[in-house]
């Protein structure tokens, strides 16, 4: 089973930008990043779909937040721009495989926290 690691995660004022890193031992179809606050379920927030290129994200950060794959293939980005406090979570990354629903998840890393203060 690939194992997930992610980094990049730091404490930053409101506005600011940060890009989170997951490196993957091996990738399968899809990787997503998921989040989840204190006293809060983990909740999904973006998707890239390796085989096509597709990204799908939820609405609480569509046209802030990025996902992509870095030209070596081993990495995915999460780019965090326009962060607010509400972004304030444990990030986590994902992956798994595509079925007809959608992008089935299998593998999580440990999670890296950022912390966004007003």
């Known amino acids: 089973q690939a194992q997930l690691a992610e980094s990049g995660g730091a404490s930053v004022v409101a506005g600011g930008s940060l890009r989170l890193s997951c490196v993957a031992s091996r990738w399968r179809e899809c990787v997503g990043w998921a989040r989840q606050a204190p006293g809060t379920e983990r909740g999904w927030i973006a998707t890239l779909y390796l085989v096509n290129g597709r990204t799908y994200y939820s609405d609480s950060v569509e046209g802030r937040f990025t996902i992509s794959q870095g030209n070596t293939g081993n990495t995915v980005y999460l780019q965090m721009n326009s962060l607010i406090p509400e972004d304030t979570a444990m990030y986590y990354c994902?992956?798994?495989?595509?079925?007809?629903?959608?992008?089935?998840?299998?593998?999580w890393g440990q999670g890296t926290q950022v912390t966004v203060s007003s």
């Open positions: 994902e992956a798994g495989r595509l079925t007809a629903g959608g992008c089935e998840y299998d593998t």
